[in-house]
Every structure is written in structure tokens, then in C-alpha cells.
């Protein structure tokens, strides 16, 4: 079984600093790629950033410029370090990767996996 593991959220003031992190854990053969997503209040999830494979990156407009994301193959995690904080980056973000694994017939598998979520709450 394979898990993301959040943390970094909690309370901030606008223009602040914060970093998301992100590990996988389990047993996978490989992560094809993991980013962020968050979703406000009344709306839908959205992704605000990913590495896909080759390092490529990719941000959604509303964070380029002040959202910076990393990914540590080595240690299977991924890391978003968001600064010039506005209030409408208030929302629940969640870790995603795409990975390869081993089913229980030892065939090579393709699987989504969510983090739980952590709540980021920034006021101005």
C-alpha cells in the first residue's frame, strides 16, 4: 500500500513564506511524477504544480513567479515552497504522484495516489 504524507500547513499572514512537504511511502516500484493540487472553498480542485518525468516543471499561472516546486527522487518526495503569500491562496493542497508498483499477480501497475490534504489559511 502506498501513502502521502503532507505537512507544512497552518496559518499565515499575507506576503509570508511556507513549505509544503510531501513523502511516499510503501512499496512502489517507481514515481512517474507528484505535484500539488489545492482546492478553496466552493470551488473545484485545481493543480498548482507538478514535476513530470525529464524534471519538466509546471505551475499553474496564478503561482508562477512565487511558487517554487522540487522533488527528491532519492527520497521519494516533493516539496512546495510558496512565498509572496496572497489570501486566495487559501485552500486545502494535496500531494499527488502517479507510480508504478507490483500487484499481488506481480504485474507492473500503474496507480494515482492522494495525500489526505493539509490546510494552508493565509490573511491579509
Do not use: H
Given at each position: 500500500?502506498?501513502?502521502?504524507?503532507?505537512?507544512?500547513g497552518g496559518l499565515f499572514q499575507?506576503?509570508?513564506?511556507?513549505?509544503?512537504?510531501?513523502?511516499?511511502?510503501?512499496?512502489?516500484?517507481?514515481?512517474?511524477?507528484?505535484?500539488?493540487?489545492?482546492?478553496?472553498?466552493?470551488?473545484?480542485?485545481?493543480?498548482?504544480a507538478e514535476v513530470l518525468p525529464?524534471?519538466?516543471?509546471?505551475?499553474?499561472?496564478?503561482?508562477?513567479?512565487?511558487?517554487?516546486?522540487?522533488?527528491?527522487?532519492?527520497?521519494?518526495?516533493?516539496?512546495?515552497?510558496?512565498?509572496?503569500?496572497?489570501?486566495?491562496?487559501?485552500?486545502?493542497?494535496?500531494?499527488?504522484?502517479?507510480?508504478?508498483?507490483?500487484?499481488?499477480q506481480g504485474r507492473l501497475s500503474?496507480?494515482?495516489?492522494?495525500?489526505?490534504?493539509?490546510?494552508?489559511?493565509?490573511?491579509?
Open positions: 500500500q502506498v501513502q502521502l504524507v503532507e505537512s507544512g499575507a506576503g509570508g513564506s511556507l513549505r509544503l512537504s510531501c513523502a511516499a511511502s510503501g512499496s512502489f516500484i517507481t514515481i512517474n511524477s507528484m505535484g500539488w493540487y489545492r482546492q478553496a472553498p466552493g470551488k473545484q480542485r485545481e493543480l498548482v525529464g524534471n519538466k516543471l509546471d505551475y499553474v499561472d496564478s503561482v508562477k513567479g512565487r511558487f517554487t516546486i522540487s522533488r527528491d527522487n532519492a527520497k521519494n518526495t516533493v516539496d512546495l515552497q510558496m512565498n509572496s503569500l496572497k489570501s486566495e491562496d487559501t485552500a486545502v493542497y494535496y500531494c499527488n504522484a502517479y507510480l508504478y508498483y507490483r500487484d499481488y500503474y496507480l494515482e495516489v492522494w495525500g489526505q490534504g493539509t490546510l494552508v489559511t493565509v490573511s491579509s
